[in-house]
Structures are given as C-alpha cells and as structure tokens.
C-alpha cells in the first residue's frame, strides 16, 4: 500500500515507539565511532611531536634558526606511515558506523514489514532485541559502506564540476565589476548547496532502499532515484518536516545552554553539570529526530515496493 508523507510520518513514530531502545544505539555508535576517530589522530601527532621536540632541543643546541623546520621536514616517510595509520583507523572507524546504520536500519524495516503484516500498531513494530539487530547490523554493513563511498564519490565529482565550472566562469569575467563577481560567486555556492543537499536527501532514500529491497549500491541509488521522482512531493515534504524539527530542537535547546552560562558562570561545577545535561539532551533528542526519519523513509520505500509488486 503506498503511503502519503504524513501516513509515513504516523509509521515511523510507532516504530520510535516500539524500538526506542535505538536512540541508545545511535547515542552508543557516536561514542564509539568519535573515541576510534580520535585514536587515528594519535599517529600523526606522535609523530609531529617527535619532530617538534627534536627541533626544539636541536635550535637551542645550536646557532642554527631553521633547524625545527628541518626536523619537520626529516620526518617526511615516518608522517607518511602515520597518516597511512591514521586512514586505516579512520576506515575502521567507518565500517564501525556502518555496522550501526545497519543494525538500526534493518531493525526498523523488520518492524515497518511485520507491522504490515500483523497490522498498524505501536507493538506490532516491536522487534529490537540484541542478537537480532547484531544479525542484521552483520548482514548490511558491507552494502551500506559501498553505498556511501559511491555517494561521497559523486559528491567529490560534484564539487570538482562546481569548482572548474566556477574556475571557468571567474576567468572569463575577470574583466568585469566586482558587484557581477559578487552575484556570480554567491550563485554558484546557492546551486552547489542545493545539489549537495538534493545529493543528501538521495542518500538516504538510497540507504532505505537498501535495507528493504536490493543489496547492490548501484541498483538501490537507481531505484531511489526513481521513487524520488514518483514520489517527489510527498519526499521533499518528508524532508521539510525533518528539517523544520531540526531547528525547533536547535531553538529549544540553544537558549537554554546561553541561560546557563549566564547563570552559573561564577558556579564552574555547576555550569559544567549544566552544560553536560544540555548536551547529552540534545544527543538523545538528535537521536529521536534521526529515528523517526529513518524510519519513516523506511515506511515510504516499503509502502512503494507494496504498491509495486
């Protein structure tokens, strides 16, 4: 049965409802996915401050004033190996998020299905338990990964278009006026901007199709596309709604962390307990938002594949 925007919207909060024990998750996955991030740092600075520290004591052992940039410059194959470290780390890191991604997203396609099958009830969406999201986290990591990678390397291509296309332009208006320069640069960033965020919202349909229907990146961006453009209406409604949530939770939580500040900023304790609360408020709610959205494009994508079969 296809699904209008606002039905989608119903379907993903009775699927929050039934597995919020996701938001934990995504609260989990960016511990986990910033402290691996963070370690792949620890390479690169390792070695910089070796180098740093040699010319340190090189400078005051001698009269010579370049020797901290030479020291630098001598760690060239060692930085190399750190930063191939740190690509690793961070490649790990990666797979990490996508071992989450799809454990949540799987989790919520099952609810969406065995809710169409039992019928549309919070608790027919029940379907988060441990073993069963580690299952499907194991069996959409590799997909969601070679997905994204092909959605960062079109973006990558994008903004090498944007960038020669603008390159282009500049050079041959570089006899203009500075206000035509102006307009020109500020509508090129205006249509990158849409094209990166019309790229975004393409993600993340392909990411539903993914988890509901085929397995291959290609296919899943191509069908996405499609329903897209079915669905254009209701999909960019979707993403309005999305958006404007955002930045209700934004203006919600933005005031209340400058009230502390004014408040407690002679009290550091007190502050810092505040801020952290606020923090870990705004995580929780990011999570909810996130939730609901996944599951709510996981609703439409399923609702079209019904209507198609």
Known sequence: MR???LDSIQH?????????????????QTLVVSAISLVGLVPIVLVLGFAF???VISTFDSS??????????EAGIPLILAFLAAGLIWTIAFVVYCYFQGGVLGTLAAGERRAISEGVRWQSYREFSVNAFCKLAEGLTWPIFWLLNLFVLMGLAALTAFGVVAAGLFVLLREGS??????????????????MILLAAWMQLALAEIVTGTRSALAAARRALGIAGRRFPGVALLFLLLFVASIVLAIIL?????????????????YLTGQ????????????FLTVVGSATLVALVIGEHEATA
């Open 53 to 55: 520290l040699r010319g």
């Open 178 to 195: 500075g206000a035509v320069q102006f307009v020109l640069g500020c509508s090129v960033f205006l249509v990158l901007v849409i094209a």
């Open 276 to 287: 952290a609360l606020v923090t870990l408020a705004q995580w929780l709610s990011s999570g």
């Open 254 to 270: 933005v005031p209340v962390s400058m009230v502390l500040e004014m408040a407690l900023r002679e009290r550091m304790m007190a």
């Open 12 to 28: 993903g909060l009775l699927n929050l409802r039934a597995n919020w024990q996701l938001v934990v998750v995504l609260f989990v």
């Open 64 to 73: 010579g004033g370049g020797q901290l940039r030479e020291r630098i410059l």
């Open 3 to 5: 699904l209008s925007a």
